[in-house]
């Protein structure tokens, strides 16, 4: 299978740069072809801006989703853009991986997101009418595709449990879970989440590395998360709210999820 891992952390000899190269290993010797997108070590241009088409008009009124879907329909994208989504056509699965900033992803990695998910191409797909909003939550470029997410965070476990302070972790990673790869398709793998990051040494590293392997085994069985399909008759459509009879007194970004797949 081939595997893309986009991974965004500016120093190789971290906690992730190390969780990097044990990921391509391990992929790679299970006989997986892997490609790296290292966000940091390329210099990724963040900022979406009006250079991303190259064939821009110089007077024109820059209207980022309009200058993106013009450059994509035409083959005028900055070729950095173009680059990256030839490895995410090329490949069956995905990983991110990073640090948890501002419980978040670093910013070079949101600017990838905005820049390589361009319309017509991760959004803007199929038909738009009131009868069907797009292909989109489940369908889309990147559906039959795997993704999953690799994160560390400095907080505790608990800090991110459903009472924890932080807030619980299914909800702080949805809008990247839900709203960034599901909404173009892929089928979403529960994250794999490394807490209390600073309290790492050789022993916590190797138990790391073994839940890990074993989640990299899994890329191709393991259940992906059971978020709800857009069009298949769960939501009214235009409004796309979930029906009423579909998960009743469930409110937030839980009810998405169905709960009796799990
Ligand atoms: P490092 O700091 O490189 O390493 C962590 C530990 O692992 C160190 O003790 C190191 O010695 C050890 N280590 C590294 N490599 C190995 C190895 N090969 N073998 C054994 N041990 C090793 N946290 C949150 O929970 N929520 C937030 O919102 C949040 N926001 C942040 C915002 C910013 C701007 C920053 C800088 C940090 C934030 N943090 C937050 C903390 C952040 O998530 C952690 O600092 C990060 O996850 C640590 O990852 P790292 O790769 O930088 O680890």
Redesign the pocket.
């Known amino acids: 299978m081939n595997i893309l891992l986009i991974y965004a952390?500016p120093?190789p000899?971290?906690?992730?740069?190390?969780?990097k190269s044990f990921i391509i290993k391990r992929l790679e010797n299970a006989g997986h072809f892997v490609q790296l997108s290292d966000l940091y070590a390329m210099k990724w241009k963040a900022a979406l801006d009006a250079d991303d088409n190259t064939e821009r008009q110089a007077d024109a009124r820059f209207d980022p989703s309009l200058n993106s879907k013009q450059a994509f329909e035409q083959g005028t994208q900055s070729k950095d853009i173009a680059l990256e989504q030839d490895k995410l056509r090329w490949a069956n699965a995905v990983i991110l991986q990073f640090?948890?900033?501002?419980?978040?992803m670093p910013a070079i990695l949101k600017g990838w997101v905005e820049r390589v998910y361009a319309y017509g191409f991760a959004y803007g797909v199929g038909e738009h009418s009131d009868a069907h909003w797009g292909d989109r939550y489940g369908e889309g470029m990147m559906a039959g595709k795997r993704a999953m997410l690799v994160?560390?965070?400095?907080?505790w476990e608990s800090?991110?449990s459903p009472r924890g302070i932080?807030g619980p972790i299914d909800d702080i990673l949805f809008p990247i879970q839900h709203g960034i790869l599901y909404y173009p398709g892929f089928d979403t793998l529960p994250p794999f989440v490394?807490?209390r990051?600073?309290?790492?040494?050789?022993i916590?590293?190797s138990r790391i590395c073994e839940e890990l392997g074993q989640r990299l085994d899994d890329l191709w069985k393991a259940a992906p998360i059971p978020f709800r399909p857009q069009n298949a008759g769960e939501y009214d459509i235009p409004r796309l709210t979930l029906r009423s009879d579909v998960a009743p007194g469930q409110y937030g970004f839980g009810a998405h999820v169905a709960l009796n797949q799990l």
């Open positions: 952390h120093e000899r971290s906690l992730n740069g190390s969780l640090p948890l900033w501002w419980f978040s994160v560390t965070a400095g907080g800090h991110y932080n490394i807490y990051s600073s309290r790492t040494d050789e916590r590293f």
